[in-house]
């Protein structure tokens, strides 16, 4: 690649290629994705306080999307603290202050009591762990108002149900994945913007292919 887009760069992964006059750009559509999908479901992240919830490849993304956009503080939870740690550091250097904030999923109590917007981004909640939440405490849902779920199927994950039930708002990964296709479609076809119709019959397809 002659060029990698700053997403890329920042998330550590290209996933697509356009071609240049003089060589391919590398881009990353999942941090696009996501931050589409939360525009859509009118999710605001200026100033707000975040949990993030993982620190793989998707949390990457999600934690890049949360820094650019203005969150004020995020608390990264994850199974493997240093794993929260390398994260943290990196969206720390990416923001130039110290916003992130790693944390032990089994010590996810000592997070400070607040309002949250709370981003989902590991396979807990999927087939074959369906029936799991990442945190099983229902008093942990109680501090998130929004939370936004990478998985898109099923439809309504157990950390969905636990957040609704407290009396948040809760969305799944369709939107995410569906855009993610494409602003990929945009980037091979400068000028091109696909219509909010198409991305409708695309959502209704994929939910006949699921069986919804």
């Not at 099923?154 to 799944?172: L, Q, S």
């Amino acid at each position: 690649m002659k060029e990698i887009d700053e997403g890329a760069r920042v998330i550590g992964a290209v996933n697509t290629l356009v071609w240049r006059e003089d060589g391919y750009v590398g881009y990353n559509t999942d941090a696009a994705g996501i931050l589409r999908a939360m525009k859509e479901e009118g999710i605001v992240i200026k100033d707000s306080a975040c949990i993030l919830i993982g620190a793989g490849g998707a949390a990457k993304a999600a934690g890049y999307v949360l820094v650019k956009n203005g969150a004020r503080v995020i608390y990264i939870l994850n199974r493997s603290l240093e794993r929260a740690k390398e994260l943290a550091q990196e969206l720390n250097l990416l923001a130039g202050r110290e916003l992130a904030k790693p944390v032990a999923l089994a010590d996810y109590r000592s997070v400070p009591k607040d309002s949250y917007l709370a981003v989902q981004t590991t396979s807990v909640g999927m087939s074959p762990k369906a029936d799991a939440a990442p945190v099983e405490d229902r008093e942990f849902y109680s501090m998130i108002h929004t939370g936004f779920d990478a998985v898109y199927t099923p439809a309504e994950t157990k950390f969905m149900r636990y957040i609704k039930d407290a009396g948040g708002k809760a969305c799944n990964g369709l939107m995410m994945l569906l855009y993610q296709g494409v602003i990929g479609y945009e980037l091979w076809n400068p000028g091109v913007t696909v219509r909010p119709e198409t991305v409708e019959e695309a959502k209704g397809k994929v939910l006949e292919l699921l069986g919804r």
